[in-house]
């Protein structure tokens, strides 16, 4: 079983910087992609970013291109996401999720994810 692990969430004014961190634990963990995603107040879940573990290929949402980067460690198993010019619409649980290792998904979709973290709360104040 894959356990993962986020951290670095906050409260950050508006135009401010956050970095996450997701670690991931399991006795047999290689999977095709992993992402951040996240749920406003009152919204449903949507994507923010990926990176597929092999290539290092990476997708965003079209709202955060040029301001979000994600990267990962694989010797670490751990994944990151710099946030700049955060707003306040911006604030959500950011949850880290992983696929198997593979997927018939597209890696936008959250059905390509079958293992997620518990979520960390970024609060963007303006």
């Known amino acids: 079983q894959v356990q993962l692990v986020e951290s670095g969430g906050g409260l950050v004014q508006a135009g401010g910087s956050l970095r996450l961190s997701c670690i991931a634990s399991g006795r047999t963990f290689s999977p095709y992609v992993m992402g951040w995603f996240r749920q406003p107040p009152g919204k449903e879940r949507e994507f923010v970013a990926a990176i597929t573990r092999g290539t290092g290929n990476t997708f965003y949402a079209n709202s955060v291109k040029g301001r979000f980067t994600i990267s990962s460690d694989n010797a670490k198993n751990t994944l990151y996401l710099q946030m700049n010019s955060l707003n306040s619409d911006e604030t959500a649980v950011y949850y880290c999720?992983?696929?198997?290792?593979?997927?018939?998904?597209?890696?936008?979709?959250?059905?390509?994810?079958?293992?997620w973290g518990q979520g960390t709360q970024v609060t963007v104040s303006s």
């Open positions: 999720a992983s696929s198997r290792a593979d997927t018939y998904y597209g890696v936008y979709s959250e059905l390509a994810y079958t293992y």
